[in-house]
């Protein structure tokens, strides 16, 4: 049977050779809206590797739409640069789209020059805590017109689709939805109503790029917002849209302001594909599922089983640009799968920074050459945690001769642990995807041996790599004789126990995870969920209640006034919000004063009061682990320390290190 992955599928008159889509996502990497190296070589990297289809963007269609690393397509100043894009996209083998969009009030004054952002009515966003201004009339024809032209500018730039973005909380979803819409003119009230101006906007599309090339509309199958849009007000939509001529549909989730996870680790992989299934149904017209399908084998299931037309692979395809081509050669155990952690494709754009990822150092980076060295070494990596690997990967890319030694009888090292707590299984993903890595380079991995003088006298290597990692410290308490004491590290291993009262010391990312990983243990698994639910044996407040209360109360105590300080953004909140509805109580700006029979005495706002605790975690950090170092110095040998032996960090911090320090030796 035919791969359904590979099937080609007509979108109007464009051809595309398979079902894989790269969607428009923001990259921080424009220059004032102009197209800048480092997007060329993002985007040819995306092409070369097998995906049908290569959206860019967003870009702006006006200068309120957004922020200056934004690609711009409202003037022809930026055509050269888009030209260029498109066709580096063709070199690469694929098929190119760019996104048009209008922030509305998600655009920022400091982005605009000072001036107010606009929108349907001044209804504030929590995202940018600003009031925008509403739009006359006029300004809305202005907008309409302004997409029409930057459609243009697209066709005449060699784009062979082009998608409008109507959701995620920007413009055209702000008139959608009775949310942000409180107009009382043709615009505003009923649905017929908020719907014209995406429906306009459609058209003004339609009719700059012609009736063959085809025009996508991203939209939301559900906004997940409070006093938002009906899903099914957002089908009739979907419906209008392809009575008015588009082509398809790619269906995302949610808007930046929800508080329903949409990207995160904890969401499930392909969970919302439901909402594509339901769009399809509604509109008749192929339809492109999006978030969280990061395998080609899921990617497979949903085209199947009728699900989608097509697969959004975006962060899948920031950490693994060949993916499409592994799948198709049947190599889809080399792929290295995202784990969704957000740190370097989202969090990143908070923090005014280019994108990168966790998985895959290169990404951010491909108008980088990759050093080759001109006298290769032999490179001993100790260590086999993901700074060792990441180092030993770019030691071997830059042509040195490396092996690899770890003491335990796995490669991975603490993404085991971080891959402990529910919802959090893509690190033991990354732990496995890192191995195979490894293996697909040809590096030799000798697992359970310990590196000694011995072993490095015989070896004889030019260069060690140092990439033992860090060891639980413990805090400076006073532990009094009888006190029930176990490091979290233990507990997440599984090597250690606990009681019914836990009271965990440390409100950092171990912390909160070994937290999350003790608040599950007693509640319904999944599975008995669903059981339950269409037996229709419990009521669903009874299924949540079983859900989300396990068997244990749990504090965690963390000394400085903010939980999870470590923790990237977009995975912080969900934490936080996870650990409420579990009923892990936290207890911010406390200090631990002693650990006593009974449980942990503790300071607070001035007072001290005992926390009663049959267990007490120690998740107060950890230091540095280097013994090897001063052996290698000794033997006179080249030493270089990675990852959390040399500083404590992520294992973003660790990959990217390990990366750059490989490639250095």
């Known amino acids: 049977m035919s791969d359904p992955l590979f099937q080609p599928i007509r979108l109007n008159a464009l051809e595309l050779p398979n079902r894989i889509v790269m969607p428009a996502m923001h990259l921080a990497m424009a220059d004032e809206g102009r197209v800048t190296d480092p997007i060329v070589a993002f985007y040819a990297e995306r092409a070369r590797g097998g995906a049908a289809l290569v959206t860019v963007g967003y870009a702006t269609v006006d200068e309120h739409s957004g922020a200056p690393d934004c690609l711009g397509a409202h003037d022809d100043a930026f055509l050269p640069g888009l030209t260029r894009l498109a066709a580096t996209i063709h070199q690469g083998g694929a098929r190119a789209s760019i996104q048009l969009n209008h922030a509305g009030r998600y655009a920022h004054s400091l982005f605009l020059g000072g001036r107010q952002p606009v929108a349907p009515s001044a209804v504030a966003s929590r995202l940018t805590h600003e009031e925008p201004r509403a739009l006359t009339i006029g300004e809305i024809d202005g907008v309409i017109a302004a997409f029409g032209r930057a459609a243009a500018r697209a066709v005449e730039a060699g784009f062979d689709a082009v998608e409008i973005l109507s959701g995620t909380g920007y413009l055209i979803s702000e008139f ?10 043709a615009y505003g009230g009923s649905l017929e109503n908020r719907m014209r101006f995406g429906l306009e906007v459609a058209a003004a599309v339609r009719g700059a790029v ?27 939509y979907a419906r209008a849209l392809a009575n008015a001529g588009v082509d398809a549909l790619c269906v995302n989730v949610g808007w930046h302001e929800a508080r329903v996870p949409q990207i995160v680790a904890s969401v499930p992989r392909g969970a919302y594909a439901y909402l594509a299934r339901g769009i399809r149904e509604a509109a008749g017209l192929p339809v492109i599922a999006s978030h969280r399908i990061n395998d080609p084998a899921l990617a497979r299931d949903l085209l199947s089983d009728g699900w989608c037309d097509l697969v959004a692979m975006g962060r899948a395809l920031i950490a693994d640009p060949e993916l499409p081509t592994k799948a198709r050669e049947g190599r889809e155990r080399e792929v290295m799968h995202c784990v969704a952690c957000a740190q370097g494709c989202f969090d990143h754009l908070f923090e005014m920074r280019h994108i990168e990822c966790l998985c895959n150092p290169r990404a951010g980076h491909e108008a980088e050459a990759v050093a080759r060295t001109s006298s290769p070494k032999l490179v001993l990596v100790v260590g086999g945690g993901p700074a060792g690997m990441s180092a030993a990967l770019g030691a071997r890319a830059a042509g040195h001769t ?16 971080a ?18 890595r490894v293996a697909a380079e040809g590096i030799p991995v000798r697992t359970g041996l310990t590196v000694d003088e011995r072993l490095l006298a015989s070896e004889r290597p030019d260069v060690v790599i140092v990439a033992t990692g860090a060891r639980p410290i413990a805090p400076p308490i006073p532990v009094q004789p009888g006190a029930r004491l176990v490091q979290a590290w233990e507990v997440l291993a599984g090597r250690a126990k606990t009681g019914r009262d836990v009271v965990i010391v440390g409100g950092g990312a171990v912390g909160l995870e070994t937290a999350l990983y003790l608040a599950e243990k007693g509640t319904l698994p999944a599975d008995v969920v669903k059981f339950l639910l269409v037996n229709r044996a419990e009521t669903p407040e009874r299924l949540f209640e079983l859900a989300t209360r396990g068997t ?6 963390e000394k400085i006034d903010r939980m999870g300080s470590d923790v990237g953004r977009s995975t912080r909140w969900v934490m936080l919000q996870d650990l409420e509805r579990l009923g892990v109580t936290t207890l911010p700006a406390a200090t631990a004063l002693a650990v006593t029979p009974s449980g942990v005495l503790v300071s607070r706002d001035g007072v001290e009061h005992e926390l009663a605790a049959d267990t007490v975690v120690l998740a107060a950090g950890a230091a540095p682990h280097r ?3 001063e052996v290698v110095q000794r033997l006179g040998l080249e030493v270089h320390v990675a990852g ?7 294992a973003f911090d660790a990959v990217h290190a390990g990366w750059k320090l490989g490639q250095s030796v």
């Open 176 to 185: 959608l939805s009775p949310l942000t819409n409180r107009r009382d003119d």
């Open 210 to 236: 012609g009736p063959s090339r085809p025009v996508i509309v991203r939209l939301n199958g559900n906004d997940f917002m409070r006093g938002g849009q009906d899903p099914d007000e957002l089908k009739v």
């Open 402 to 417: 490396v092996v690899v030694c770890e003491q335990d009888d796995r490669l991975g090292g603490q993404l085991h642990l």
């Open 419 to 436: 891959g402990a707590p529910p919802g959090r299984e893509e690190f033991l993903e990354l732990a496995r995807d890192l191995a195979a």
């Open 552 to 557: 244990r109360r749990i504090t965690v105590i």
């Open 627 to 629: 013994p090897l170092v």
């Open 644 to 650: 959390d032996a040399l500083h404590v960090g992520t």
